[in-house]
C-alpha cells in the first residue's frame, strides 16, 4: 500500500510539474507581461517617458493587447518607440493597426524595421502609411528631432540589421544637436557597429530588440540566439558607450512559446 501510495504521489507530481510547465510557457510568460520601470534621467526637472514595444509579431488582435494599449494611455508618455519585427506578413498590418489605433493618438511614436518586415515581404509602404496614420514615424535610416518639455530630443532609426540595409552613417545625415539622442536599431549587435561610427556624437541610449531574451531558455542557458543577437541577450549593457537596453518583446517566432523569457514592456524616463 506505501509503494502504490508514492507510486501514486510521484505520478501526480510529474503530471501537475508538465502542467506547471506548459501553462507557463503557453500562457503565462506569453501573455501576462512584464512592465518594467528605468529612471535613467540626469535631473529630477522635466524628465521625458519614453515606453519601448518591441518584437510584436502581429498575429490577430487579443486580449491582453487591449490591455497593453489601456495601460499605455494612462500612463501619458511623451514618446512611444516600436523596435521592429511589428508584423511578419503584409496581412497582418490590419490588425496592428487596430492595436496602434487603441492607443492615444496625441502621442508620437517612431518605428524602426526588423528582420521579419523583410524575411515576410511585408508591404513597407503599407506600414508606413498605416503607421502614419496613428502619429508615428517610420524611420529607415533616418531622424527626426522633435521638442518636448522644453528639451530637445533626437531619434535615429537604423534599418535592420540583417534583413534590411542598415547605415548608420546615413541615419545621422543632417541630424540637429540635442539635448537628449536615442538610437532605434532592433538587432543589439549592430550596437558594436554604431560605436565605431558614432564619433564625437553624444548617445544617451540605443533601445534593441529581436532575441525575446531567448524566448526558450533552461536555469540560464539559452539554447538558441538569433542572428544578429551578437554578445547580447536582454536587458542593460552599461559596460561602454553608449548604454543600451534589449527588449524581451512581446510577441514569439518560430515556436509560439516562452520559457524563462516573459514578455516585456519597458518604460523609461529619460
Known amino acids: 500500500m506505501t509503494n502504490f501510495t508514492r507510486r501514486k504521489f510521484i505520478k501526480r507530481s510529474v503530471l501537475a510539474s508538465i502542467g506547471f510547465v506548459l501553462l507557463d510557457a503557453f500562457w503565462y510568460e506569453k501573455y501576462v507581461i512584464d512592465w518594467n520601470y528605468f529612471d535613467i534621467s540626469k535631473s ?10 518591441s518584437d ?17 494611455n494612462a500612463k501619458k508618455p511623451d514618446l512611444i518607440v516600436i523596435t521592429g519585427d511589428s508584423v511578419d506578413e503584409t496581412e497582418k498590418i490590419k490588425a496592428l ?31 508606413k502609411n498605416t503607421y502614419f496614420k496613428n502619429n508615428c514615424d517610420l524611420l529607415i535610416n533616418e531622424n527626426r528631432t522633435t521638442s518636448i518639455r ?9 534599418d535592420d540589421y540583417i534583413g534590411g540595409n542598415a547605415d548608420f552613417e546615413k541615419a545621422i545625415e543632417k541630424l540637429k544637436q540635442a539635448e537628449t539622442t536615442i538610437v532605434l536599431s532592433h538587432c543589439p549587435e549592430h550596437r558594436d557597429i554604431i560605436t565605431k561610427q558614432k564619433g564625437h556624437l553624444n548617445i544617451d541610449l540605443v533601445l534593441s530588440g529581436h532575441t525575446h531574451g531567448g524566448q526558450i531558455t ?6 538558441f540566439k538569433p542572428q544578429g543577437s551578437g554578445k547580447y541577450l536582454k536587458g542593460w549593457y552599461k559596460e561602454s558607450e ?9 510577441g514569439t517566432s518560430i515556436l509560439p512559446i516562452r520559457f524563462g523569457a516573459r514578455a516585456e514592456m519597458v518604460e523609461i524616463d529619460i
Open 44 to 53: 529630477d526637472k522635466n524628465k521625458i517617458k519614453i515606453i519601448q514595444i
Open 150 to 158: 522644453d528639451r530637445e530630443i533626437s531619434i535615429i532609426g537604423i
Open 218 to 223: 533552461f536555469l540560464g542557458i539559452v539554447p
Open 97 to 127: 493597426n487596430e492595436f496602434l489605433q487603441l492607443i492615444d493618438n496625441s502621442i508620437k511614436k517612431y518605428a524602426i524595421t526588423g528582420n521579419w518586415e523583410y524575411w515576410g515581404h511585408v508591404d513597407l509602404t503599407k506600414l
Open 56 to 72: 510584436l509579431h502581429f498575429e490577430q488582435l487579443k486580449y491582453f493587447h487591449k490591455s497593453i494599449a489601456k495601460k499605455i
Open 242 to 250: 553608449p548604454k543600451m537596453y534589449i527588449s524581451k518583446g512581446i
